[in-house]
């Protein structure tokens, strides 16, 4: 999709699982299950899909991943699938910028891969990396709410990344603008890209997918659901009064749609996009 002077792409780089409980917090499984099926372990399927944003002289990586330091066990547990095209990343040589909407394992796991020695390098070690600093800070710092989340190994490599911490909403290039948000973790940041009279907001873990835009429909790993449900409805607010496009980074159907006010006064799917 054309986007001002960009060429918005998706990626997906794999498909994974995690408990459709965790996923989906206080909504009781009678009702989330209507439009998500679970499996035999509870578990519903997920994908991590990144946006690649290209100009011509720029190319933007829009998370990276889960990346492939994952034993078998571990990918047993989350049902982890790599698409192998994009299992050594989405052409390292080529990508000027990465933007880390937060340092989570399913969004920063790319960022960091072991070589033959065993020793921890950066996939991206030419790109300027675009994080909050306060994002930084709290997965150097994790709560016992999200330390399962950061993992050191997508951390500590970071020490050697070109980073570029930004601390609030900032343009990091004409027309990219990323917001930060603190309900799901302290940092995260969502991105909106804008030109030529469209727009499209990334959610990432916002809204991590289509049935997770009704209000209360919103993750048990958040650290403060009052936050983050203020967040959602100003961000759900501005994407619908604006036309904006949502993308949705986990949802395995719908990679993006417009959204609106349904019937019952529920945030909804208005009209499916691709990108
Ligand atoms: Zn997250």
Not at 169 to 180: C, D, K, L, Y
Not at 252 to 257: D, G, I, K, L, M
Request: proline share 5%; hydrophobic share 40%; glycine share 10%.
């Amino acid at each position: 999709m054309k986007i001002g002077p960009y060429t918005v792409s998706p990626i997906v780089f794999a498909s994974f699982k995690l408990d459709g409980g965790c996923m989906f917090g206080s909504v009781p499984k009678n009702l989330w299950s209507k439009g998500v099926p679970a499996d035999e372990e509870n578990r519903i399927s997920l994908v991590c899909r990144s946006l690649v944003i290209e100009d011509g002289s720029r190319t933007f990586l829009v998370d990276v991943g889960i990346g492939d330091k994952w034993s078998e066990k571990q990918s047993a547990i989350y049902g982890i699938s790599l698409n192998p095209e994009l299992r050594l990343g989405y052409k390292p040589a080529k990508v000027t910028d990465v933007i880390l909407t937060h340092l989570h394992f399913d969004h920063a796991g790319g960022i960091s891969f072991k070589d033959e020695n065993g020793a921890l390098a950066l996939r991206y070690p030419g790109a300027r990396v675009h994080l909050q600093a306060s994002n930084l800070h709290q997965a150097q710092n994790p709560s016992p709410k999200d330390k399962a989340s950061y993992l050191a190994e997508n951390v500590d490599p970071l020490r050697d990344a070109k980073l570029m911490l930004c601390d609030g909403s900032v343009e990091i290039a004409p027309g990219i603008i990323v917001h930060r948000v603190d309900g799901h973790t302290a940092g995260q940041q969502w991105v909106e890209i804008q030109g030529g009279g469209e727009r499209i907001f990334f959610a990432t873990d916002l809204i991590p997918t289509s049935h997770h835009l009704p209000l209360a429909y919103h993750m048990g790993y958040d650290v403060c659901a009052e936050t983050l449900l203020r967040e959602k409805l100003h961000f759900l607010e501005r994407a619908a009064s604006e036309g904006a496009i949502v993308a949705f980074q986990h949802d395995p159907v719908v990679e993006a749609a417009r959204v609106g006010l349904n019937e019952r006064g529920q945030f909804s799917v208005r009209e499916p996009v691709r990108l």
